[in-house]
Nanobody, 119 residues
Framework: QVQLVESGGGLVQAGGSLRLSCAGS????????MGWYRQAPGKQRELVAS???????NYADSVKGRFTISKDNAKNTVYLQMSSLSPEDTALYYC?????????????WGQGTQVTVSS
């Protein structure tokens, strides 16, 4: 099993920055991709950014140039540095870990951390 614990959310003014952290434990060596998703009220959960085992990254168009995903393998921790935040970034942010399986993949989720951006 994999356990994920997010931290770093909070209230910030538009234009500000926040850094989210996701600490993983369990069978982390089996994980292929880690990422951050977000879900705003009334909207579907969407991918924000992801990072593969070899460091390849992927970002949603809406956050490119503003958000940076990174990881510290020694600490089993993934970070999301968010800058130039806008009210549209307000959402519950979830950490995700994906493990490939024989028939597809399995996702693990953290409990979420709230990010609120005031105008």
């Amino acid at each position: 099993q994999v356990q994920l614990v997010e931290s770093g959310g909070g209230l910030v003014q538009a234009g500000g920055s926040l850094r989210l952290s996701c600490a993983g434990s369990g069978i982390i060596s089996s994980i292929n991709v880690m990422g951050w998703y977000r879900q705003a009220p009334g909207k579907q959960r969407e991918l924000v950014a992801s990072i593969t085992n070899n460091g390849g990254t992927n970002y949603a168009d809406s956050v490119k140039g503003r958000f940076t995903i990174s990881k510290d393998n020694a600490k089993n921790t993934v970070y999301l540095q968010m800058s130039s935040l806008s009210p549209e970034d307000t959402a519950l942010y979830y950490c995700n870990a994906r493990r490939s399986t024989m028939i597809g993949y399995r996702d693990y989720w953290g409990q979420g951390t709230q990010v609120t951006v005031s105008s």
